[in-house]
């Protein structure tokens, strides 16, 4: 084969990667700048770290031969190739943690509106799965079971730890004594105490969340009514819990159905907080009043000046323009 022609050179620097180029041009190269181009393909990101006489060692050619490698695809010498390859290869390991935590649906480049229909569209998705397939008779089994317990636990880590933390605060300011766990050792120190009459719910999307499964059998090994919310009926917490409440069945590793997924199973919490306040409305209706009352010296009621009266009203020291607090 021949070394490839300055204007083949240029054309391929046109298009694509570095990488591109090099498998684009490998026909037209000779047998020593083919097994040069063999290495680089076959382990850019060594070839990026290797000096030009570890290149040339490897593809059993030249420092020369390398630099003629070099100068086929328009670079001045090997340095450049190095810094072209690096690049190249950074933007695909980026891109590789992209897909991963993101998801290819939401490209990098994307404008916000396209990235705000996606997420729109797979939040819609969620929670009208949720709805169509959530058992509501479950849903009131477990209500029931909520307002007459003792003591309710919480359990969630991660993502469903926000879960557990919003239902937990909505429980407990209808008078429900309810207690979040997202640290296994205190979660099952709780759970341990736990017994007939009580109940526990584990939030874990996977159902496969360790923590979250070793909690929820614990309380049921103590006679707890164990309750189970995730989005897949045969994942390992199921096995543990004595009533499942399915969320969102799209197993999509992207952001944005993750954050599906979550939003789906805040509505299966506000769901059960719901069904709950409706068991216990004359105590719901005194326990908003009671909460209200005691936060209503906190509030602002509308866009009102706060004057140096209220300031004093409100046990706050009056400071003057050129006073600082200490």
Known sequence: MTQPSPSEAA???????????????????????????????????????????????????????????????????????????????????????????????????????????????????????????????????????????????????????????????????????????????????????????????????SGGTVETVEMLAEAASCGALAVAVTSFPSSPITEVADVVLTSATQANNSQADVMAARHSQMLVAELLYLAAAQRTFPRTVSSFATTAKAVAGHRRLGPQRIDAGSVVELGLPRLGCGDHHE
């Open 11 to 205: 054309g391929a620097a046109l298009t694509g990667g570095v990488l591109g180029r090099i498998s684009r041009l490998d026909g037209a190269f000779s047998e020593a700048l083919s097994r040069v181009a063999a290495q680089v393909i076959d382990d850019p990101g060594l070839t990026a770290r290797s000096t030009i006489v570890e290149l040339a060692e490897r593809s059993g050619t030249s420092p020369a031969t390398v630099t003629r490698f070099c100068r086929s695809l328009g670079f001045d010498g090997y340095a450049a190739l190095r810094v072209a390859i690096a690049t190249e290869t950074g933007r695909a390991e980026a891109q590789i943690g992209w897909q991963t935590d993101i998801g290819r649906p939401i490209r990098p480049d994307d404008p916000l509106d396209r990235v705000l229909g996606r997420v729109l569209s797979a939040e819609l998705s969620a929670l009208q799965d949720t709805a169509h397939q959530l058992d509501v008779a479950a849903v009131a089994r477990v209500a029931e079971a909520v307002v007459r317990a003792s003591r309710v636990d919480l359990y969630g880590v991660g993502g469903s730890g926000l879960v557990v933390g919003d239902l937990h605060m909505s429980l407990h300011r209808i008078g429900i004594p309810a207690w979040v766990w997202n640290e296994v050792h205190g979660g099952l120190a709780s759970a341990a105490l736990l017994g007939e009459g009580d109940v526990a719910v584990g939030f874990s999307h």
